[in-house]
């Protein structure tokens, strides 16, 4: 069972530099969230994807883009990395559907803007 | 809007102690509860949750009641093993919506031996 699977594991860049996070789920979910964690600030919501074909700004999008770009796939985009987007990434899954709706989680991308 | 608050950490304890890690929210309707953990070095999983007021969620021994008249739903277990180790999210979902959850800031529990 592979659920939620995110690349690369670990990225250091330079300011300036872009890159493409991506993230691929196999339980046929219809939502898709892109949340980045830093030390005290818990997991803050960047844009999520209610259903194919949609994106939403979350509470901290400035300076990213997301594609989603069939059911599977949710990608995010830097285009000009900051320092201040060092944190570890998360890509997270769900159904859905009502109350019970769990969010399924990979395993994160380590990100260092130097 | 929603919110979820949690008690700041780190929790220290010694294996075998009892642990409580509260958790407060504020929310617009009536939302779904959860406590997530997330284990060195990985993503979060579910730990357990509690869909209506008074239900009680519960796994691997830990357990936390939904609790209406005072917007809670703390974490406790009774006696915590070194493998307990790992930072505990309180999250609620806001059901009828966009069923995005909301996280708290996350409280790093610490079980010595």
């Known amino acids: 069972n592979a659920g939620v699977t995110q ?66 796939e949710f990608s995010l985009r830097l285009e000009s990395a900051a320092p201040s987007q060092t944190s570890v990434y998360f890509c997270a899954s769900s159904l859905s559907t009502g109350r019970n709706t769990e969010a399924f989680f990979g395993q994160g991308t380590r990100l260092t803007v130097v | 809007g929603n919110s979820v608050t949690q008690m700041e950490g780190p929790v220290t304890l010694s ?15 009536y939302p779904s509860l959860f406590w997530y953990v997330q284990y060195p070095g990985e993503g979060l999983q579910l730990l357990l949750k509690a869909t209506k007021a008074d239900d009680k969620g519960s796994n691997k ?9 005072t917007t809670s739903f703390h974490l406790e277990k009774g006696s915590v093993q070194v493998s307990d180790s790992a930072v505990y999210f309180c999250a609620l979902l ?9 996280f708290g800031r996350g409280t790093s529990l610490i079980v010595h031996p």
């Open chain 1, 7 to 72: 690349t690369p594991k670990f990225q250091v860049l330079k300011t300036g530099q872009s890159m493409t996070l991506q993230c691929a789920q196999d339980m046929n979910h219809n939502s898709m969230y892109w949340y980045r964690q830093d030390p005290g600030m818990g997991l803050r919501l960047i844009y999520y994807s209610a259903s194919e074909g949609t994106t939403d700004k979350g509470e901290v999008p400035n300076g990213y883009n997301v594609s989603r770009l069939n059911k599977r």
């Open chain 2, 15 to 29: 294996e075998e102690a009892f642990l409580t890690i509260n958790c407060t929210y504020t929310a617009t309707g």
């Open chain 2, 61 to 69: 021994g830990f357990e936390a009641t939904y609790r209406k008249e």
């Open chain 2, 94 to 102: 806001e059901t009828g919506g966009s069923y995005i959850p909301t």
